[in-house]
Antibody
Framework: QVQLQESGPGLVKPSETLSLICSVSGAFITNKIHHWGWIRQTPRKRLEWLGSLTSDGTSYITPSLEGRITLSADTSKNQLSLKLTSVTAADTAVYYCARHIDQRRVLFDVWGQGTVVTVSP | AIQMTQSPPSFSASIGDTVTITCRAS??????LAWYQQKPGKAPTLLVYAASSLQSAIPSRFSGGGVGTDFTLTITSLQSDDFASYFC?????????FGQGTNLDI
């Protein structure tokens, strides 16, 4: 079955760039049936959709993070990537990658286990 | 941006009870609403989409309803495995937003 696994640095200093990887198994990220999204959950448990990537590499981003976030894919490794610049304490969260249920609708039927990111000096 | 408001924020119930969680959208979203369950330390799991369609492998004691701005998730005959947090999410328009969650405690 489809599995997603996030990986990242755990701790990032303020003003630095956060880089996360999502490794996908059991499905090709280039398949035209699904898009792939990133969601984060704050320490207060609020969930926030960050952005999504289509099978052809086009990204669409939540407006509040436009200009700070870049989504991309490495099709040779079947991996997704998220880069978030100029991080602050407000970016401390659990970051999830997830599969869209289909290419038309932005809801998520398969999630990774999440990776904890703390922004601190 | 569409705001999603869940109520109640937390709820205590007993095994065998029937509970209903409410989600309200700040503007009409047709039936573009999903419900997720989340257990401590785990990722959310999709329960319901299109407001009332049950995701595969989800028990039939879960049901969703509503259209427009007001939605419900009902769990009948609560089992111990159902004590968790529940979130609604609208996928009508970007930014795709979640409710703040409802914690269901035993």
């Amino acid at each position: 079955q489809v599995q997603l696994q996030e990986s990242g640095p755990g701790l990032v200093k303020p003003s630095e760039t956060l880089s996360l990887i999502c490794s996908v198994s059991g499905a090709f990220i280039t398949n035209k049936i699904h898009h792939w999204g990133w969601i984060r959950q704050t320490p207060r448990k609020r969930l926030e959709w960050l952005g999504s990537l289509t099978s052809d590499g086009t990204s669409y981003i939540t407006p509040s993070l436009e200009g700070r976030i870049t989504l991309s894919a490495d099709t040779s490794k079947n991996q997704l990537s998220l880069k978030l610049t100029s991080v602050t304490a407000a970016d401390t969260a659990v970051y999830y990658c997830a599969r869209h249920i289909d290419q038309r609708r932005v809801l998520f039927d398969v999630w990774g286990q999440g990776t904890v990111v703390t922004v601190s000096p | 941006a569409i705001q999603m408001t869940q109520s109640p924020p937390s709820f205590s119930a007993s095994i065998g009870d029937t509970v209903t969680i409410t989600c309200r959208a700040s503007q009409g979203i047709s039936n573009n609403l999903a419900w997720y369950q989340q257990k401590p330390g785990k990722a959310p799991t999709l329960l319901v989409y299109a407001a009332s369609s049950l995701q595969s492998a989800i028990p039939s004691r879960f049901s969703g309803g509503g259209v427009g701005t007001d939605f419900t998730l009902t769990i009948t005959s609560l089992q111990s495995d159902d004590f968790a947090s529940y979130f609604c999410q609208q996928y009508y328009s970007s930014p795709y937003s979640f409710g703040q969650g409802t914690n269901l405690d035993i």
